[in-house]
Each structure stands twice: as C-alpha cells, then as structure tokens.
C-alpha cells in the first residue's frame, strides 16, 4: 500500500503536511528550508488548499494565528532568524490555545549568522522563545522518514491539545534525500472536535471570542495555572526517545537529531574498541526524557551530551540527573558537525579521568 | 407602538467604556447596523486590535478574535483563506494600520483579500495614552512630540488612502468622518459599499474614517469635532479614492 520513495527532508515535511489535512500554509524565504516552501507552491495549489508567500515571517504566522482560529489545519516554516520574528505570534496561538504546527530548519547563529546546519536554537524551541509562561511541543527527528512521521504526529498533537507543535529539523535533515515510505495518514479518531471555539461557523449559536488578553484582576494568572495543567499532562504522556545499548553501559551518550547519528557511529567505534558507549536519543526536546535520564544517572559514572550548539542541550541532561553522574559536553556550532572519531577521543579521555572533573571538546 | 428605533442586534447591550466624545463607539454601531442589515451576524469574524478597541469584544454580538498590534490584515487574511464563506472585518486604528503593521496593510491591500478594513484614523496613539501617530498632523502636539509634529525630524502625516489606491488588488477605497450626522450616514454609505464589494466577492474594500480623540487631544468632545473639521479634513480629504464599479 505504501510507496517507496528517494525524497528531501524539507518535502517530505511538506507531502506529510498534505496528507495530513494541512489546510492552509504560509511562509517566508530563508535558507535551507526553501524547498518546503517551494513544494508547498504546488501541492497545496494542486490540492486546491491555500498556500501563500507572505511579505514576512511575522504576517506568515498572523496568517497562521487565523487560519487556526477558524478551525483548520495550518502550518508554516522557517529557520532560526525567521523563527526569531516568528515568537510573537507563537506566543499569541499558545495563549489562545489555538493548534499550530511550525517547522525550524536549523542554521548557525547568532544573528544572520550562516545557512549551515546547526542545533543552535535548541533554547529558542524549548524554553519558549516567545514571551510568557507557555510551553511548546518539540519534536527532533533525525531521518527523513522520521521528519514525515512527525509531522503527521505534529498535527495530530495540535489538535488534541490546541498547542502549537515545532518540528526542530537543521540543513542537513532538510535537504539530505533518504528513502521514505509515504504512510498515508490515519486519523486517529479520538480527536477533539473544534465545533465549539471555531471562529466564522453558523451552526455556533453564541458569538465566540479567542484572544490571549486577559486583564481582570487574577485572570491570567489562572489562565496560565490551566495551561500548565495542560503541560503536566503533555509532559507525563507525550515524552518519546530512542534508547540504544543502555543495558551494559558505562557511558551514556545524550544526542538528538543529526547529532545522534553520528553520535550512533561513535558508539559503535568505542564498543569495537572495548568501551561500553550506549546512546539515548531524545525525540521530543520538549517534553524532555528527564525521568529516564535520571534513572540511567545512577546506574552509570558518566553522560556525554552530544549536540551541535554549545551547551544548550547539555544544561537540560544536567538538570535531569541531578548531580548523580557527571555528565561531558561535546559541542561544534555554525555548521560544525560532530565527528566520530572526536567523540571516540572524547569518550576515551573520559574514562580515563577521575573525580568531578568535566570534560568539554572545547 | 411601532418601535423605530434599537440597538442593532449585532451589538451587546453593554455601555461603551470610551471616553465621552470618541468616535469609536459611533464606529463599532456603523459596523454592527450593517452586519444586521446584511443578515450575515452568524458568519462575521470582527478583528479587535491593539489599541482602544481591543475591547470591541464587549460590543459586538457575533465572533471577535483579539490580533496582535499592526497584525489584524495578516490575521484577517488567515481567517478568510481558511474559512472562505466568512465575512471578516478588519478594524484597526492608525498606530495599527499605518505603523507597526504597514506591510501587512500593504499587502493584503495588494493580494486584495476579500475582507473589509475599517481604518479608524484620529491622529493619534489612544491606548497607550497620546502619542504621535503617523497621522498625527504637522504642528499636532502629543505626548512624543510635545512641541508638535515637526516634519524635518519627524517626517509627514501619511495618507493611506492616497497611499494605497493605486494597487490593483483594492476594489474600493474611501475616506468619511464622524464628525456630524451628515458624515456618519456617508460614512455608512461607504461602509455600505465595502461590505457588498466583498459580499460579492469584488475584492479588498477599505473605509478610513477620520474621527476624535478628545483625551489625548485635550480639548472637550465639542472643541475635539470642530478641531477636526479645521485641521484634519484638510489635510485628509473625504471621498471616493477608487471604486472598481465606477471604473466598470
């Protein structure tokens, strides 16, 4: 039933958008995610959906923000200076509770920084990027199948939570061809019906209002205790990571996305050498697996966060576990990859010392 | 006893918190009147932005979704691309429209969006208390430019009508006031018109409509209509900009 396909990450994205429901797409011009957009030109048009290029970042998501509103399936795209411009709308949906998936293909910064491939908003996708007290779905595949799964998985999320859902991909997942298998998509069946708060519809007998102002005395405040209800219960069912040859090890890599790959080639290197190098992949940035983290913390001496931005992801695995390990950083940034035989050095060095010291590639 | 008189259905029967002589409140019941007139409460979506009417919510009786600043064009445009038999309207203030959100303005103006803008222009900031506005008049003092608008360091009040008529996308274009009985009917008359355009699927349909703050102005409601009569119908000339029928 399902066909085989040779396919780029950043239109595997954009056919599983489609299939999924997506009905209206809006973006922006940036580097490396242009083929999504470009992709999006023509299917959603064949599909008769909405498709526009915007004048900027900030009217895609506002295009976003109503599209939500009025009950249907939206998304946009970009990369991280794009994303940047992006937060105040995303900060709008999360506080009127509107479903909105969203796509970062990361790129080295600060600033205009470069168009290669880069981790580097690790903080911007889970600590909120946007203003206020909300929490974001992050989802970090590392293949292009997993891009296309996810994004399905993406809306469905939205949905069900009325929760904006970001895709953290980077340049290289986006524009790397791998084989696809094009799932169609299955409707869970389970999901809440938007009948009720949809904007627009004529079978709603009061006027709705969505907004995220809220001025009485003590009305945000209780507002955002809901949402973070909300947020327990994301955190406590929707946590995913991939664990690899934990049982027996001694050192435990932490790597997501692109970095886990290659994280994957160094485990094996050091086990073929003698050292007993597992690997947890976190698949969800936000909800983050600290729970499982903590339990792995104290059955092994030492962590590594593999990551391609320079900590960022290293300070979530420390507050994780505690203390009850010592966890390493291995970071490259602005297009920097990790290289196998680095983090083997890196692992070898480890194991090799004692006592609280840390160890940083840098 | 034949009632001839009402509250329009589309508003809430709630008392407007807007200060005495403004003209939102005249603005939000030529909206509410026409959205009645038309029988299209239950597929209207109004647009509150930032500014006074941020609190438009309270007064209309059909959907209202609360935009960021300068962002109820893009908002718009989301909703009527995502829901296609509904009927958005797109109220915004100066700061709003002529400022912080001029590109979207721009270019919703230019895919011309098949929504309504009711472009309410008194020249400057309310909310936050007045500050200059890129409409405020040259020589026009206000909590940031407190010896008046000086145009060599300040530029010049824009003209979004004269601005925007040229684009392709604008079906119909018009400036009213609400400074006399006489121009709030026109007022409506315009209203009236940007409404069916968009009923009938003509295109993007823009109303400016020049009206009072008495507030920020600091002048009472009285001195506040007459200060618009002599200073801002000058500069902002009411009437027709474009009309794709008359072009017809």
Known sequence: MSERVLMKGNEAIGEAAVQAGCQC??????????????????RMLEEGRVFIQSESEIAAINMCFGAAAVGVRTMTSSSGPGISLKQEGISYVAGAELPLFFVNVMRGGPGLGN????????????????????????YAPSDVQEQYDYTMLGFDLADRYRIPV??????????MMEPLVLKK???????????????????????????????????????????????????????????????????????????????RSAMEMARAEGIKAGLLRPITLWPFPEKRLREIADKVDNMLAVEMSL???????????????????????????????????????????????????? | MERIFTMPEAMKPEQTLYCPGCGHGIIHRL?????????????????????????????????????AHGRAPAVATGMKRGRPDSFVICYQGDGDLAAIGTAETIHAANRGEHFVTVFVNNAIYGMTGGQMAPTTLVGQRSMTCQLGRDPAIMGYPIRVCELLKDLPGVAFMAR?????????????????????NVLEGKGYSFVEIVSTCPTNWGMTPVKALEWLRENMLEHYELGVFRDCDAEA
């Not at chain 2, 909206?31 to 500014?51: H, N, S, Y």
């Open chain 1, 25 to 42: 797409y809006f973006g922006y011009p940036i580097t490396p995610q242009n083929e999504l957009t470009a992709y999006m030109s023509k």
């Open chain 1, 185 to 263: 998509y299955k409707d869970p069946g389970d999901l809440p019906s938007k009948e009720a708060w949809r904007l627009g519809d004529p079978a709603t007998k009061e006027p709705i209002w969505i907004t995220s102002v809220r001025l009485g005395e003590g009305e945000l405040e209780e507002h955002n205790f809901k949402l973070q209800k909300k947020y327990e219960e994301i955190a406590e069912k929707e946590v995913r990571f991939e664990e690899i040859s934990l049982d027996d090890a001694d050192i435990v890599m932490v790597a997501y996305g692109t970095s886990a790959r290659v994280a």
């Open chain 2, 176 to 196: 009213g006031s609400v400074d006399s009985p006489k121009n709030v009917l026109k007022t409506k008359k315009y209203l009236k018109k940007a409404y069916s």
């Open chain 1, 115 to 138: 168009i290669a491939p880069s981790q580097a908003d690790y903080f911007q996708c889970t600590k909120g990027g946007g203003h206020g007290d909300y929490r974001v779905i992050v």
């Open chain 2, 31 to 67: 909206v509410a009147e026409l959205v009645d007139e038309f029988g299209i409460r239950d597929r209207t979506i109004g647009i509150a932005p930032v500014g006074c009417s941020v609190f438009a919510d309270k007064y209309w009786n059909f959907d209202v979704i609360s935009a």
């Open chain 1, 311 to 362: 900590g960022q992801m290293w300070e979530d695995v420390r507050l994780a576990v505690c203390g009850a390990c010592r966890v390493h950083l291995h970071g490259r940034t602005a297009g920097g990859v990790p290289e196998e035989t680095a983090i083997v050095d890196q692992i070898r060095k480890i194991m090799n010392s004692k006592g609280d010291e840390i160890i940083r590639n840098f």
């Open chain 1, 166 to 175: 970001l895709l953290a991909t980077d340049g290289i997942l986006g524009q």
